[in-house]
């Protein structure tokens, strides 16, 4: 099956630095990878959508200088939090689809630690 | 933005017995998928149910779909204590190229 591979799985950052986080389709081209985020013993929460070539779409709430996104291939986005602080400690989790309709296949999940 | 509100929010049962979850969502759909996440984990999809199906069954999980109730429920048959985890409902809309809306999840606890 579909593989999504994420990295790294876990950082832990000083507040003010930037943290970068690579999201990898390993056997499938994805023209759309989504991110979410979530917080301890809640959902997750759609930030943003990333599209192939292009800029990412945001959700509403979600700042675009805050979480940079890069989707520059086809099989790789990034999401660049910049100047972390320690409210931006969180889970982020990134996916991507096959195709319209299809499932969406999940990386493992980035746990971010910001002191 | 979220979707999905699952019902109930945590439920705690013994080995053997069913585990039922309810998911309700506000929007049409083109599928509904459930994940399971152990805590502080990644996401594991269990199954997906197309807006044209009305029930689907893998192994012990049987998942019904209600489009006119817009409504979903997950069943866990003969539960595990290995099914501890938290359960997700998450949409699919009919548009190409939009990500999944995760509704707010069930904590389950089995226990032995």
């Known amino acids: 099956g579909a593989v999504v591979s994420q990295h790294p799985s876990r950082v832990i950052c000083k507040s003010g630095t930037s943290v970068k986080i690579e999201c990898r389709s390993l056997?499938?081209?994805?023209?759309?990878m989504f991110w979410y985020r979530q917080f301890p013993k809640k959902s997750l929460m759609l930030m943003a959508t990333?599209?192939?070539?292009?800029?990412?779409?945001?959700e509403q709430g979600v700042e675009k200088d805050k979480f940079l996104i890069n989707h520059a291939s086809l099989t790789l986005s990034t999401l660049t939090v910049t100047s972390a602080h320690p409210e931006d400690s969180s889970f982020y989790i990134c996916?991507?689809?096959?195709?319209?309709?299809?499932?969406?296949?999940f990386g493992s999940g980035t746990q971010l630690s910001v002191l | 933005s979220q979707q999905g509100e699952e019902d109930p929010q945590a439920l705690s049962i013994q080995e053997g017995e069913n585990a039922t979850m309810n998911c309700s969502y506000k929007t049409s759909i083109n599928n509904l998928q459930w994940y399971r996440q152990n805590s502080g984990r990644g996401l594991v999809h269990l199954i997906l149910?197309?807006?044209?199906?009305r029930e689907k069954h893998s192994g012990r999980l049987r998942v019904t779909l209600d489009t006119s109730k817009k409504s979903s429920s997950l069943l866990i048959t003969a539960s595990r204590a290995a099914d501890t985890a938290s359960y997700f409902c998450a949409t699919d809309a009919p548009q190409a190229g939009t990500a999944l809306i995760f509704g707010k999840g069930t904590t389950l606890s089995v226990s032995s």
């Open positions: 149910i197309r807006s044209n199906e």
């Open positions: 990333s599209n192939e070539g292009s800029k990412a779409t945001y």
């Open positions: 056997d499938f081209q994805a023209t759309t």
């Open positions: 996916s991507a689809k096959r195709g319209p309709g299809e499932k969406l296949f």
